[in-house]
C-alpha cells in the first residue's frame, strides 16, 4: 500500500457504462408504434362525421372493427412466426410497408364494404407490429430492462394517439378526410428506410461497443434453438401469456375505438373539441407504459425476485383499473377523463409487464411465436367484445356495462397469469 492510499478506505471503481446503441433501437420502435396508433385511431376520431356521410348504425361500425381485429388476430400469429424465422428487421419492415397501404387506402372507400376491406389491409399488417417490436427488444436487452424497453416504445402508441388528435382536425378541415388518410400515409412511410439502414442484430451492428454487447447478452445462453408451434401450444406459460392478452386487449380496444364517441355522447364534444380531452387522457397513459415497466425493472435492480417484480407491478396497474368502472357517471368532463386516464394508465402498466413474459421465460427462438399466440387471442377477445359493444350501445345506449368489464379484467387477468406460472420459471420447451 502506498503512502497516499494508507488510512483510506477501499477505493470504489465506477464500472464503465455499457453503452446506449440499444436504446436508439427502442427509439425506432417507439416512432413505429407512433405511427400504428396514428394509422389505427383515425377511424374512431371520423366515426361520427363518416357515420353521418355514410349512415352507419352502432353495429355497422362495430363490424368495421370487428373485421380489423379479425385480421389482426389471424395474422398476429402468422407474423410471430415470420419474425422468428427471419428476424426483426425484414419481418417488421414487411408489416409496416403493408400497414401504411392499408391506411392510405381507407381514402378510396365509398361504402361500408369499402372500409371494412381497407380496414382487413391495415389489421394484417400492423399485426406485425408488436410481434416485430418485442422480438426486436429481446435480442437487443438484457431480460432486467426488457419491461421498461417495452414500456418505453409501448408509449409511442400513447403519443400516436396524442398526436391524431392533434392533425386530424387540421387535415380533415383543410383537405377533406381522404386526403387525411392520404397525407398521414405517405408521411409515415419516411421510418421505413430509415429502420431498414439502422437495424441489424448486436452481433452484425458495427457501431455497437464489446462492453455493450456483453451487456446485451449478459443472461444464460439459450438452450434451444428451435420451438414448434405445437410445443408452444402444450406449454403453460404460452396460455399465461394468450389468455392474459385475451383478458385485458379488448379494453384498449374499446378506448381506441369508442372513447370520441363517448365523450361526443356523454359531454357534446365534436371533431374540433376531442383535442384536449384526448390528449390528456393518453398522457396518462405514457406515465403508466412508461412507469409499470421502470417499476418492475427498479425492483429487479433492487435485488426483488423476477416473479415479485412482474406481479406486483401488475397488481398495483389491475388495483389502478377498478374506478373506470363508474367513469360514466361522472358529471364532469375532468373527472371522466382523469379515471379513464388512471385506466388507460394501469392497462399500459400491466401490458408492459405482461409482454415482457414471453421474454423472461422463454428461449429467444421462440418469443416471436409467442408473442404472436398471444396476440391472436388478444384480437379474438376484441372481436368479441366489440361485438359486445355495438349490441349495448345499440340496445342500451349506455357505456355502463362495457365500463364495469373494463374496470374487472385486470385483476381475473393477473389471477390467470399467477395460476399458471405461480413460479415464473423458464418454460419446459
Known amino acids: 500500500m502506498t503512502d497516499a492510499t494508507q488510512g483510506q478506505g477501499p477505493i470504489s471503481i465506477k464500472a464503465p457504462s455499457p453503452g446506449k446503441y440499444r436504446w436508439l433501437v427502442m427509439w425506432l420502435l417507439f416512432a413505429a408504434m407512433v405511427i400504428n396508433y396514428v394509422d389505427r385511431q383515425m377511424i374512431g376520431f371520423l366515426k361520427p362525421l363518416l357515420s353521418d356521410e355514410f349512415g352507419w348504425s352502432e353495429t355497422d361500425y362495430a363490424d368495421i372493427v370487428f373485421w380489423f381485429q379479425a385480421s389482426y388476430a389471424l395474422f398476429y400469429a402468422i407474423w410471430g412466426r415470420i419474425m422468428d424465422k427471419i428476424g426483426a428487421r425484414f419481418g417488421l419492415g414487411i408489416a409496416f410497408a403493408i400497414w401504411q397501404v392499408g391506411h392510405i387506402l381507407h381514402a378510396g372507400a365509398r361504402d361500408l364494404n369499402h ?44 403519443i400516436g394517439a396524442i398526436v391524431t388528435p392533434l392533425i ?95 365523450l361526443g355522447k356523454q359531454y357534446g364534444l365534436d371533431l374540433k373539441t376531442f383535442g384536449p380531452p384526448i390528449v390528456a387522457i393518453y398522457l396518462l397513459s405514457d406515465v403508466g407504459s412508461v412507469g409499470g415497466g421502470w417499476l418492475s425493472s427498479r425492483m429487479m435492480h433492487r435485488g426483488v425476485s423476477l416473479n415479485m ?82 349490441q349495448v350501445l345499440e340496445q342500451i345506449g349506455s357505456y355502463t356495462p362495457i365500463f364495469i368489464v373494463a374496470g374487472s379484467v385486470y385483476l381475473i387477468a393477473l389471477l390467470v397469469v399467477h395460476l399458471l406460472t405461480p413460479k415464473y420459471a423458464p418454460a419446459k420447451v
Open 168 to 262: 386530424v382536425p387540421v387535415l380533415v378541415l383543410a383537405f377533406g378526410w381522404q386526403m387525411a388518410f392520404v397525407i398521414t400515409g405517405l408521411l409515415g412511410l419516411i421510418w421505413l428506410p430509415i429502420w431498414l439502414i439502422l437495424y441489424r442484430k448486436p452481433r452484425e451492428t458495427k457501431k455497437l461497443s464489446a462492453t455493450e454487447l456483453a451487456y446485451i447478452e449478459q443472461d444464460p445462453a439459450d438452450t434451444v434453438e428451435k420451438v414448434g408451434w405445437l410445443k408452444l401450444l402444450t406449454v403453460k406459460e404460452t396460455w399465461a401469456f394468450a389468455l392474459g392478452k385475451f383478458l385485458i386487449d379488448p379494453i384498449w380496444w374499446m378506448f381506441l375505438f369508442w372513447l370520441p364517441d363517448f
Open 309 to 390: 417484480a412482474r406481479k406486483l407491478t401488475m397488481l398495483i396497474c389491475a388495483l389502478l383499473a377498478v374506478p373506470v368502472m363508474f367513469a360514466a357517471f361522472a358529471s364532469n368532463l375532468w373527472v371522466a377523463v382523469l379515471i379513464i386516464g388512471i385506466a388507460t394508465a394501469a392497462h399500459q402498466g400491466f401490458s408492459a409487464n405482461l409482454y415482457a413474459l414471453p421474454g423472461d421465460v422463454f428461449p429467444r427462438s421462440a418469443v416471436g411465436s409467442v408473442v404472436g399466440i398471444g396476440g391472436m387471442l388478444g384480437g379474438i377477445g376484441g372481436m368479441v367484445f366489440s361485438k359486445y359493444t355495438g
Open 115 to 158: 372500409f371494412i376491406m381497407a380496414r382487413m389491409v391495415l389489421g394484417v399488417g400492423e399485426a406485425g407490429g408488436f410481434p416485430g417490436g418485442i422480438k426486436a427488444v429481446t435480442e437487443w436487452f438484457p431480460k432486467k430492462e426488457r419491461a421498461l424497453a417495452t414500456g418505453l416504445f409501448n408509449a409511442g402508441t400513447n
